[in-house]
């Protein structure tokens, strides 16, 4: 599967931004779908993951109560509402998509197979 993000930009503490990840190439709704984000200097870390349906979703502790991890199967897309950002949020995205293993804890962003290019959210403070 093909991950391809998009929806990144400047914009000032307080505001909010929508990421957009398109999926092709393979079948959608086999996957659990994943955001993560990478600072400049810092490791990767897990924001937010969808389950195969989008009925369950998972925070990281950092982002709980502003984002919102979201997908529609219909379009092969999944989305993360990012309200009220932060300076601290300031990070290149990632989409992953991640086929559903016995027994990992996906929901904490552990053994994703797929991952697209990075979209740059910039948060002014």
């Known amino acids: 599967v093909q991950l391809q993000a998009s929806g990144g930009g400047l914009v000032q503490a307080g505001d909010s931004l929508r990421l957009s990840c398109a999926a092709s190439?393979?079948?959608?709704?086999?996957?659990?779908m994943g955001w993560f984000r990478q600072a400049l200097g810092k490791e990767r870390e897990f924001v937010a993951g969808?389950?195969?349906?989008?009925?369950?979703?998972y925070y990281a502790d950092s982002v709980k109560g502003r984002f919102t991890i979201s997908r529609d199967n219909a379009k092969n897309t999944v989305y993360l509402q990012m309200n009220n950002l932060k300076s601290e949020d300031t990070a290149v995205y990632y989409c992953?998509?991640?086929?559903?293993?016995?027994?990992?804890?996906?929901?904490?962003?552990?053994?994703?197979?797929?991952w697209g290019k990075g979209t740059l959210v910039t948060v002014s403070s």
């Open positions: 992953a998509a991640d086929v559903p293993k016995y027994g990992t804890v996906w929901y904490r962003g552990v053994g994703f197979d797929y």
């Open positions: 969808v389950s195969l349906s989008g009925v369950s979703s």
């Open positions: 190439g393979g079948t959608f709704t086999t996957y659990n």
